[in-house]
């Protein structure tokens, strides 16, 4: 007897409720080996859930209530650098995964495949600095986390533009600002695997926001819109936060997000 074939939609929802880290960073994996060796139908029959299962006693914190971390010479604090980069990256899987799966159907199967690629490297950047916080004796959960990283997704769950423009083009770019320097302070501190872990992932950040820019610059032609214009409109109407210096122009530009996008909303 044959097995009936997954629908995609529905192997990317199992997978966003799954919030045992290890488990997630397998689930995002193997949806995203799965698709690409077409074990998965095209087929969108299942909602994404309005938040994604989070681990099992993971504090969660407005931004504001969040402690500060103090400077990186304690093993305390590089604990909590560590944990809040494992934060990043744990929500960043769920963030690609609803990605595909809330606006794939409209978007078509390269929007799919990218976007689960793009989960399958945030689950590769979570198992390695969960590695990393084992290795220092501390764990995913240990510490709070806060809550505004999800809020991006709630704000754009009714426009693929929308959210191409926040979650891709905003925060990750804002990973491209902020992750050299703090490469650089992990080598100052001889910690020669922490500096290999955060290249990684600034390397693979920037294929990442040029998949956002790639799908936003195709909806903006299909609209008929300017695409900086349209991006600046809605980061302003999205992003409460601002976008604030200094920026890492050369791989935002690698990243397909030229000067003339953000410096005049900056």
């Not at 936003?216 to 349209?230: K, Y």
Request: net charge neutral.
């Amino acid at each position: 007897m044959t097995t009936p074939r997954r629908s995609v939609s529905a192997a990317i929802r199992d997978a966003l409720l799954t919030g045992e880290p290890t488990a997630k960073v397998f689930a995002a994996r193997q949806v995203a080996r799965d698709w690409r060796l077409g074990r998965l139908d095209f087929v969108f029959d299942a909602a994404m859930p309005d938040r994604p299962a989070l681990p099992e006693g993971l504090e969660l914190l407005p931004p504001s209530q969040m402690p500060k971390r103090g400077k990186m010479g304690s093993a305390r604090n590089r604990i909590a650098l560590w944990h809040a980069l494992a934060h990043i990256e744990f929500v960043a899987i769920d963030l690609a995964l609803d990605m595909a799966g809330r606006f794939g159907e409209s978007m078509g199967k390269t929007f799919v495949a990218d976007f689960l690629a793009v989960a399958a490297d945030e689950a590769m950047h979570f198992a390695l600095i969960a590695r990393k916080l084992d290795s220092l004796d501390s764990r995913y959960g240990a510490l709070p986390a806060h809550d505004g990283l999800w809020s991006a997704a709630r704000d754009t769950a009714h426009d693929v533009a929308a959210r191409l423009a926040i979650v891709p083009m905003v925060l990750e770019a804002r990973g491209l600002d902020v992750t050299p320097a703090t490469l650089e302070r992990v080598q100052a501190q001889g910690d020669e695997n922490g500096a290999k872990i955060l290249k990684r992932i600034l390397d693979d950040e920037i294929n990442h926001v040029a998949a956002g820019s790639k799908h936003f610059h195709t909806i903006c032609a299909e609209r008929g819109e300017n695409p900086r214009e349209s991006w600046q409109n809605l980061v302003k109407l999205h992003f409460c936060g601002g976008l604030k210096g200094p920026f890492n122009d050369s791989a935002r530009f690698a990243g397909g997000l030229p000067r003339d996008f953000y410096m005049p909303i900056a």
